[in-house]
C-alpha cells in the first residue's frame, strides 16, 4: 500500500474513519465552491466518492490520498492523481488535485501534498504529462498549480459543471528540468 511522506504530511489510503471528517470538509460551501457546480456534498455522497477513489487505486495503480497531519493525525483533505473523465477534451490524462478543509488554507498544505503527488506520478508512476483543472476564477488553486511548475494550456466549458476551466500541464520532460 502506497504511503508518502513530506515534513508536514502523510498521503495515505483511505479509512473508514475519514468519511466522517471529509464529510465535514465536503458540507463547507466555501470548500465546495470551486467544485463542479458548487453543490455541498453529505456523508452518503462523500463515502461513495472514497469508494470511487479506492477503486481507482486498484484499477490504475494511483488515486487520491487521504491528507493526514503528521503533528496531529487530523484529517485535512485530499490530494493526488485521478482520470479527469468529467472533462473527456483531454483525455487521456491524469490530473493532480487536492480539497482541504478552511481551517488548513493559507499554509502552504496543498502545495506540499501536490507537489509529493506529482513527484509519485512522474517518478513512481512513470506518467508522461499530469494535468490540473480549475475553475476560471479559482486564483488559489491556479497558484499552485504554477508552483508546480505547470502552464495553462487551455481554457473550455466543463460538461460536469458547465462551468468555464483552465487546464494546465506538466510533461515528464519539463518535471525533470525544473524539479528541485
Known amino acids: 500500500m502506497v504511503t508518502l511522506e513530506t515534513p508536514r504530511l502523510v498521503l495515505r489510503r483511505w479509512r473508514e474513519e475519514d468519511v466522517a471528517p471529509m464529510a465535514a470538509i465536503h458540507a ?13 456534498r453529505d456523508e452518503q455522497q462523500t463515502r461513495r466518492g472514497i469508494e470511487a477513489w479506492e477503486s ?9 490520498f487521504a491528507l493526514e497531519l503528521r503533528s496531529t493525525g487530523e ?9 479527469p473523465h468529467f472533462l473527456p477534451e483531454v483525455m487521456p490524462a491524469v490530473e493532480v488535485g487536492w480539497r482541504l478543509g478552511r481551517s488548513h ?3 502552504g498544505l496543498a502545495t506540499e501534498a501536490a507537489a509529493a503527488a506529482v513527484r509519485f506520478g512522474f517518478e513512481e508512476r512513470g ?12 486564483d488559489a488553486s491556479e497558484r499552485i498549480m504554477t508552483k508546480l511548475g505547470m502552464r495553462p494550456v487551455r481554457e473550455t466549458v466543463s460538461p460536469a459543471g458547465g462551468r ?13 528540468t525544473t524539479k528541485r
Open 127 to 138: 506518467l508522461e504529462r499530469i494535468v490540473s483543472i480549475a475553475q476560471v476564477g479559482n
Open 75 to 83: 484529517l485535512a483533505g485530499f490530494t493526488g492523481l485521478s482520470v
Open 56 to 64: 481507482e487505486w486498484e484499477s490504475q495503480g494511483f488515486g487520491l
Open 28 to 40: 463547507d460551501p466555501e470548500v465546495m465552491r470551486w467544485i463542479r457546480d458548487g453543490s455541498v
Open 164 to 176: 468555464r476551466v483552465r487546464v494546465f500541464e506538466l510533461s515528464s520532460d519539463r518535471y525533470v
Open 105 to 107: 488554507w493559507g499554509q
